[in-house]
């Protein structure tokens, strides 16, 4: 088996195990809120707390992966995130008043998520190269896309055990990825040695200088994608059990038809976009403006299978935008600076994920309509930014880089060549003398004195001889 087919093996699960921790529980959050007494926003700030978590650590593990090895740091996340979850499930086993346990199993969970997902992406950067590379990203965003889709099954399968069976699910899924990890996928060696910390920040700093007017609303693009997913997702899962009495595995079925169709699209997209920059560009408006007319179609919807439906649509523009933004940042950056500005983009993610269900529930208190609308313009507000400001530029290639150095250095030594023959064209080579030089050197011998110097020298050497 070839070695970058092992890696792929390897890496799949990573961001795989990442997104069970949020949409696994989306299907059980309204039994743990009826079991556990909770309100709609304590229930929210089950996703919020890993989301937070995971969005502040990303950046130091990043930082940790570009100066020591992406391997280390993905094998301690998979290990602290599968500690969290059983944390957590321990203490909804034991004590009634579990929710504060659960809690700090959560943030656990959201530490050792920082180091997974975002690491992988740095490290199939590493890995593969050219349009290998962009097939093994949509390869990822795939995989993250499928565990969305698989997880509310799977969590709803789970609850029909006991509603805290997903917590101690997770430590025998991140003990599975964890070994095929470990088994499969070979980091390349190091070259160089590591920046210091100043020239760390400094080479982020210039990254930002060079690509920010497009890196930074790329990276809000990512967030409002996933805050406007699960946000969504929130909504419809307590929609189908408070009103349409729709439980179980059927509502984990329901939750996962969007979650396809942009697993789906991601995968094609992935395959497609290779390192094609202006169609990247063409496919990240799209999918926003396809998100803007999903949520404005929703606010009419009265039957949730319409809505569903609709859901769809915008599931679709997703994913279009997730497996291009992914490509881009990988492309920005050199290898040595791709753990933190992966990281960066997806801890901004990541707080996408975390605001979203409270923000739902926020908007949804006032009304449906107003809920739909005001997503709506933040995603039709983010194509025209998409439009104006999401405009790499392509990175040379070696070959063009080499030409143009040629280039220069011909240009110079044209210049050179120029110069020179001016100089020589000023001054008469050696041994001539122009016709103005000849005159005074034989007046000088005739009359005894220097036609350069005053006529008083001359007088005055006249009268000392007299």
Known sequence: MAQNTKNLIGLIGVPLVMVLGNSMLIPVLPTMKAKLDLTAFQTSFVITAFSIAAGLVIPFAGFLSDRFSRKVVISIGLAVYGLGGLLAGLAALWWDDSYTMILIGRIMQGIGAAGTAPIAMALVGDLFTGASESRA???????????????????????????????????????????????????????????????????????????????????????????????????????????????????????????????????????????????????????????????????????????VAILVIGSVGTGLILPCLNSMIIGAVKKSERGMITSLYNGVRFIGVAVGPPVFTWLLDISRNVMFYSIASLTGLFALIAFFLVKPQKKRRAADAHKEQQKRADDNEALQQMLEEAEERESPPAGEEDEEERMKREMKEIMGFDPEKPISTFLRRGRAKG
């Open 137 to 307: 990203l949509g390869l990822l965003e795939t995989s993250n896309g499928l565990g969305k889709v698989l997880s509310p099954i799977v969590g709803s399968l789970l609850a029909l055990i006991v509603w805290y069976a997903v917590f101690l699910a997770f430590p025998i899924i991140c003990g599975a990825v964890l070994l095929a990890f470990l088994l499969f996928v070979k980091e390349k060696k190091r070259k160089k040695a590591p920046l210091s910390a100043g020239q760390y920040v400094r080479s982020i700093s210039q990254v930002f200088r060079q690509h920010g007017r497009w890196l930074i609303p790329a990276f809000f693009i990512g967030s409002i994608c996933l805050f406007t997913l699960f946000g969504v997702l929130f909504y419809l899962s307590d929609l189908l059990e408070e009103k349409y009495r729709i439980d179980g595995v059927i509502k984990g079925g329901f939750l996962a038809i969007p979650l396809l169709a942009m697993s789906i699209t991601a995968y094609f997209t992935g395959a497609v976009i290779k390192k094609k920059l202006m169609l990247m560009r063409m496919f990240i408006i799209v999918g926003l403006l396809l998100l803007t007319a999903s949520y404005v179609l929703a606010s009419f919807s009265r039957s949730v299978y319409v809505l």
